[in-house]
């Protein structure tokens, strides 16, 4: 059973940081690429960042300069630490697994429940 666990998410306000991570398990890690997605309700899944398997990164216009993707294979875990969070980043934010590059259009074989991530003003 092939299993992706969120956590980290909480409350902050603007202009704050927080750290979220999504744990895999019951799969060769190093074989996925990994992607964040966020849903806010009412809105559309939106695609926040990908990362390779080697390490290689791309990220959503919004988030440009604000958030970073990072992967630990060996901690079958990708993190994506958010500075400077704004209202508008408020979201579910839920991890997911590819074999292909990790595009916003990209196939995504599992996903995990996601991580609320509330920003104040």
């Known amino acids: 059973q092939v299993q992706l666990v969120e956590s980290g998410g909480g409350s902050v306000q603007a202009g704050g940081s927080l750290s979220i991570s999504c744990v895999a398990s019951?799969?060769?890690?190093?074989?996925?690429?990994m992607g964040w997605f966020r849903q806010a309700p009412g809105n559309q899944r939106e695609y926040v960042a990908g990362i390779t398997g080697g390490g290689s990164v791309n990220y959503a216009d919004s988030v440009k300069g604000r958030f970073t993707i990072s992967r630990d294979n060996a901690k079958k875990t990708v993190y994506l630490q958010m500075n400077s969070l704004k209202p508008e980043d408020t979201a579910v934010y839920s991890c997911a697994a590819t074999r292909q590059w990790p595009t916003a259009t990209s196939r995504y074989d599992y996903w995990g429940q996601g991580t609320q991530v509330t920003v104040s003003s």
């Open positions: 019951g799969v060769i890690f190093r074989y996925y690429a």
